[in-house]
Nanobody, 127 residues
């Protein structure tokens, strides 16, 4: 069992930056990891993912603004978010699949293949 704990959410003005962290228990970081977000009354959507070879993929809406990375020594996944927009407002969830090989659906992770979820952290961007 892998436990994921997000932190770093908050409120910022448009154009600002935030960095989300996801601490994984045990060796939980040594697998396909990613970030999803969910807006009110919307489905959870993939934002970014990184596989066991540190290959990263991003949703088109965040490319060039968000960077996913991980620190294996700290068992921590990060999401650096820059030039934030009001439409980035959502609850952000850390996610992990079972292995280091990601299951790509349309070039991104899919919630159906995520094995472990964090509890979520709120990001609010005001205009």
């Amino acid at each position: 069992q892998v436990q994921l704990m997000e932190s770093g959410g908050g409120s910022v003005q448009a154009g600002g930056s935030l960095t989300l962290s996801c601490a994984a228990s045990g060796n939980g970081i040594n697998r396909c990891m990613g970030w999803f977000r969910q807006k009110p009354e919307a489905e959870r959507e993939a934002v970014a993912a990184i596989d066991g070879d540190d290959s990263a993929r991003y949703a088109e809406s965040v490319k060039g603004r968000f960077t996913i990375s991980k620190d294996n020594a700290k068992n921590t996944l990060y999401l650096q978010m820059h030039n934030l927009k009001p439409e980035d407002t959502a609850t952000y969830y850390c996610a992990a699949e079972t292995s280091g090989v990601c299951t790509w659906v349309g070039g991104l992770l899919h919630a159906a293949y995520v094995t472990f979820w964090g509890q979520g952290t709120q990001v609010t961007v005001s205009s």
